[in-house]
Structure formats: structure tokens, C-alpha cells
């Protein structure tokens, strides 16, 4: 069976900390790990990593990939209180759109 | 650019009743998917549509039914809801990339059967 955990389940820091998400996954015939942010409503795309060792940035926020040993982990630099939201982690195989998600990450950043 | 639309945004049923989650997406994509999110599990797909006119069981079918319309509509059917069903219930499609492929979702539809 496939699994994705996520760790911690919930983090609490103040703006201009500095996280780390972390990611492990088994997933049979693993293609690509993907990151999502999801505020109120609907998860919204951060990254897609399918090759180890290549970091994937975007402004603050940047994930790197480990498919050795079977883990991501997504990093927040200078948080701000904006980033509050649940990371979700999720792996797929050769089926497309068929991910596996984590429980998620709630991100809580404190003025 | 409306993307992936879903209807109704909310509902209340009583064990028993039965309903249909409506999507439609705009973006030309051929899979379409639905996942429920619960409290503590992440989301987890019910049931899924690699194309126009097939349908596949996910982790976790039990419970609904689903057809996929044409390429744009795919709906989620609960014929006889049951409290273990109050969820949030998200509508995606995939955008294939070089080797895999990107989910978009819809806004969710929260469901609560009492």
C-alpha cells in the first residue's frame, strides 16, 4: 500500500523563521513528489520534483527531492504571516493525477 | 477563466438521501478526478476518469458513483449518504507534464450528513 507521511503535523513560528517541512514516501514505481499549499479552500501547486538532488526554488520558498532515501523536504526562509496554511505532500506512480497525499503540515506564523 | 468549477459549494443531507456533486473544468484536460479530504488524513481519491468515457476505482469507492458526461463534466454520486461521508470533497484534473502529471482542483464542496 502506498503511504506519504508528513512531519511535524503542525508548526508554530513567528515572522522571519526559518522552516522545514519534511516529506517520506512508498510509493510503488514512484514518478514525481509534489508540494501544495492550501489556504481556505482549494490546495494550490507550489513544486513538482521527479529527479534527486535538484533543488526547485521560488522566491522564498524551495524543495529538494531525495530518491534514495525516499524523502522531500520543502523550506520556507524570512516566513511571513501570509505562508499560515496547510502543506501538503503528495506522491504519484505511472498512473497520472493518481497521488498520494500526507495528513499536511499546518504552518501557523505569528506577526 | 473559470478552471475546475464545483457544484454545490455546501449541502446538508440526512442519513439516507442520496445526491450528486457536479464538476466541470474548462482547461481541456482528459483525466478528471475525485478526492475527499478529512481531518488528519490528507485527501484520498474516490474515483477517477483518465478519459471520456472510462471511470476506475480509487482508494476509496465505496459508497458513490460516478460518470464521466463528456470530456468537461464529471460527477460524484452518493445514492444512499451516510455519516461517514460528511467530508470536503475536492474535483481535480491532471495537466500531463514530460513524465507525470499536475493536479488542479476546484474550490471543494463541503458535505455533512446527519
Known amino acids: 500500500e502506498d503511504k506519504v507521511v508528513q512531519s511535524p503535523l503542525s508548526l508554530v513560528v513567528h515572522e522571519g523563521d526559518t522552516v522545514t517541512l519534511n516529506c517520506s514516501y512508498e510509493?510503488?514505481?514512484?514518478?514525481?513528489l509534489l508540494w501544495y499549499k492550501q489556504e481556505k479552500k482549494a490546495p494550490t501547486f507550489l513544486f513538482m520534483l521527479?529527479?534527486?538532488?535538484i533543488e526547485k526554488k521560488s522566491g522564498r520558498l524551495s524543495s529538494i527531492l531525495d530518491k534514495k532515501e525516499l524523502f522531500s523536504i520543502l523550506n520556507i526562509t524570512a516566513t511571513q504571516t501570509g505562508d499560515s496554511a496547510v502543506y501538503l505532500c503528495?506522491?504519484?506512480?505511472?498512473?497520472?493525477?493518481?497521488?498520494?497525499f500526507g495528513q499536511g503540515t499546518i504552518l501557523t506564523v505569528h506577526p | 477563466n473559470a478552471g475546475v468549477t464545483q457544484t454545490p459549494k455546501f449541502q446538508v443531507l440526512k442519513t439516507g438521501q442520496s445526491m450528486t456533486l457536479q464538476c466541470a473544468q474548462d482547461?481541456?484536460?482528459?483525466?478528471m478526478y475525485w478526492y475527499r479530504q478529512d481531518p488528519g488524513m490528507g485527501l484520498r481519491l474516490i474515483y477517477y476518469?483518465?478519459?471520456?468515457?472510462?471511470?476506475d476505482k480509487g482508494e476509496v469507492p465505496n459508497g458513490y458513483n460516478v460518470s464521466r458526461l463528456n470530456k468537461r463534466e464529471f460527477s460524484l454520486r452518493l445514492e444512499s449518504a451516510a455519516p461517514s461521508q460528511t467530508s470536503v470533497y475536492f474535483c481535480?484534473?491532471?495537466?500531463?507534464?514530460?513524465?507525470?502529471?499536475?493536479?488542479?482542483f476546484g474550490e471543494g464542496s463541503r458535505l455533512t450528513v446527519l
Open positions: 476518469s483518465a478519459s471520456e468515457g472510462t471511470t
Open positions: 510509493v510503488t514505481n514512484f514518478r514525481s
Open positions: 521527479t529527479s534527486s538532488g
Open positions: 503528495a506522491a504519484g506512480g505511472t498512473s497520472y493525477g493518481k497521488l498520494t
Open positions: 482547461m481541456n484536460h482528459n483525466s
Open positions: 481535480a484534473t491532471c495537466r500531463l507534464t514530460k513524465n507525470t502529471g499536475e493536479l488542479f
